[in-house]
Structure formats: structure tokens, C-alpha cells
């Protein structure tokens, strides 16, 4: 890392920002080998969304009852009064939580976890520069995502725009809900942008994510428009919107965008269950199996026959 906390073209380095995790060694998050960094705060709440952590803006504390030891490290170390012992074994009360972490540092056992912490754009890039030698044999390297990268949009892009002037391949996976001057400067320093398409008509989308899609779609040709690279990730989800209808206006979508525009497709999976429990949240979906492989290759190629470079 560069020794001063002004960076590359005047970029600051000590800018702070609300970081839920840093994945290293992702492979679904763009090309190569790359390491993701998630971001905290959402405007939108998919039902089938898979980072139910990164939705809030604050830190969270998740709570796995079936870790706890029953240690009581955790009620000595909560100033609060939240971690309380009586006949039904451990309760943890939320409402007397303030989310400072003591207690997840205490855990022995891992049963609690602070999500979300706030970290400068140097120490992030630090931790992602860790794996430069990966990025360049695999044509990896950072992925910003969320949660919506864009709810920090000043931390997003100084991490964007450092890590161009670091040479680092950039892709910004985003719900594309924000306003136009918040993507327009990631033009010039991110190389993809994975975006995402869950729902085209506008009722649908906000019944099932809680906004419209008229902002998202608007960006979408906008970026388009303004030469940037685009790949569409689309979810596809049982009872929400696995029909030919979505499909046929996927491809038309894809069609209106022009050439070289391709579509991911994102099958819905039940791995995130366990996270809603450790949230205290129930998971809006219940309990809609996964989609099978061989659907979801189906659905890549039914879109293949629509004309769209789609794949899994
Ligand atoms: S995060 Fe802080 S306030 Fe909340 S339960 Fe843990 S120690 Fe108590
Ligand atoms: S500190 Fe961890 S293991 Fe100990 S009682 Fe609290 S949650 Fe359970």
C-alpha cells in the first residue's frame, strides 16, 4: 500500500466505509480468480436474497443457538443487559442490543458474529492486493458488491478508481438502484459491471424486491450508452419468475441493449436459510426447494434460443 492516505490521482486512502466481508478466491463474482469485497446497505429486499446480512446499513450481530456453549462470556461482556440466562438456557434480546460487537469477541465458541465493520479504502485494497499473483494467471482480480456498493457511492468509487490506477481488473456487481451521478464516474475505471435483472415488469419487481425497476432500467442504457461492459445477472426463482413470459422479455431486453451484452443466470438456492435464523429474520421464501441443475440449464438454454449469450 501506498505509505501516505492520499493515493493514486488524489484518491483518499482513509475514507471509511461499512464492509461486510472480503472473500477471497471467489469464482462466480466475474472472470478468473477474484476477491470480493461486500459491502453493507441495500434499498432493495429481494425475497430470495442471499445476503440477508448485507441488506441494513448498521452492523449486525447473528446469533447460531446451536454453536453456544453456554459459557456466559457473553453476558459478561454485554454492557446492556442483552445476553440473559434463565430457564429456557441462553436468550439474546435485540431490542437491548446496540450492536457494539462486545459480545461476538468474547464468543469462544463462534455462536455470535459481528457483520459489518467499518474499514478505509487503504486496508481494503491492502487485503486485495494479497493475491495479485492469482489475478494475473487467471485474468481475475476485485469485485465490489453488496448489499448495493452504490448506498457508499463515495467509498465505492474510491475504491474503484484506486484499484484502476493500480492496474487491478474491477468489477462492480450492483442492483443498478441508485441515482445516474453515482454510476456515471465508475464508467472510466470499472472494467464490468454485473448487473442485475430480476424482474421486468414493474408491479412484479416491486411486489417481490420492495421498488420498481424503472430506475434500474433506466441506468442499464444509460450505461450501455456510455460504452461500458455490461453482464446481466438474472435470478431465477421458482413461483416468482421462471416463465417463458420472463424469459421472452429477457431476450427482448437483451435485444433492445445491443451486441455483447451477455445474461448470467442465477438459480435460486437455499443456502442462505441459515443466515435469516442467525438474523432473527424469517426467510421471506420458506422452504422453495433449490432449482436443480438440469433446470437451470434449461433456462440457459431456452434463452440460447432466443438469441442470448447466456450461461450459468
Ligand atoms: S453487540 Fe454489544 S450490546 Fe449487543 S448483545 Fe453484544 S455486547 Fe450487548
Ligand atoms: S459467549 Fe458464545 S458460547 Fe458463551 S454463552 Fe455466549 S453465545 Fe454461548
Known amino acids: 500500500m501506498n505509505g501516505s492516505l492520499i493515493g493514486d490521482e488524489g484518491v483518499d486512502l482513509s475514507r471509511v466505509g461499512r464492509v461486510l466481508n472480503i472473500q477471497r478466491f471467489a469464482l462466480h463474482d466475474g472472470p478468473g480468480v477474484r476477491t470480493t469485497v461486500f459491502l453493507k446497505g441495500c434499498p432493495l ?12 446499513a448498521e452492523p449486525q450481530i447473528m446469533y447460531a443457538a446451536a454453536r453456544c456453549a453456554g459459557c456466559r462470556a457473553c453476558e459478561e461482556a454485554c454492557r446492556q443487559g442483552a445476553h440473559r440466562f434463565d430457564g429456557e438456557g441462553h ?13 461476538a469477541a468474547a464468543c469462544p ?36 458488491s453488496g448489499g448495493e ?25 450492483t442492483t443498478g438502484f441508485a441515482p445516474w451521478a453515482a454510476l ?11 448487473y442485475d435483472v430480476k424482474l421486468l415488469d414493474d408491479g412484479a419487481h416491486r411486489r417481490w424486491t420492495g421498488r420498481g425497476n424503472e430506475l434500474i432500467l433506466a441506468n442499464l442504457e444509460r450505461l450501455v450508452a456510455a460504452g461500458a461492459a455490461v453482464e446481466l445477472r438474472c435470478p431465477i426463482i421458482p413461483t416468482v419468475n421462471d416463465t417463458d413470459d420472463h424469459l421472452d422479455a429477457l431476450a427482448r431486453l437483451v435485444g433492445r441493449l445491443g451486441g455483447g451484452v451477455g445474461c448470467a443466470i442465477l438459480p435460486y438456492h437455499t443456502m442462505a436459510r441459515s443466515k435469516y435464523d442467525r438474523l432473527g429474520m424469517v426467510a421471506p421464501l ?15 438454454d431456452a434463452l440460447r434460443r432466443r438469441g442470448v449469450d447466456a450461461r450459468l
Request: hydrophobic share 45%; with cysteine.
Open 45 to 56: 429486499s429481494c425475497a430470495w436474497c442471499q445476503n440477508p446480512e448485507s441488506i441494513a
Open 184 to 194: 456515471e464516474p465508475l464508467v472510466a475505471v470499472v472494467d464490468l459491471f454485473l
Open 109 to 144: 465458541a463462534g455462536a455470535l458474529e459481528l457483520a459489518g465493520r467499518e474499514q478505509s479504502v487503504g486496508a481494503v485494497l491492502d487485503e486485495v492486493q494479497r493475491d495479485v499473483p492469482y489475478y494475473a494467471e487467471s485474468g481475475g482480480g476485485l469485485t465490489i
Open 286 to 300: 420458506g422452504d422453495l426447494p433449490s432449482i436443480p441443475p438440469q433446470r437451470a440449464q434449461q433456462w440457459v
Open 149 to 173: 456498493p452504490l448506498v457508499q457511492p463515495a467509498f465505492t468509487a474510491a475504491l474503484a478508481r484506486q484499484a484502476a490506477a493500480r492496474a487491478l481488473h474491477t468489477c462492480l456487481d
Open 91 to 103: 436468550v439474546y434480546d435485540r431490542l437491548r442490543c446496540v450492536r457494539c460487537g462486545a459480545c
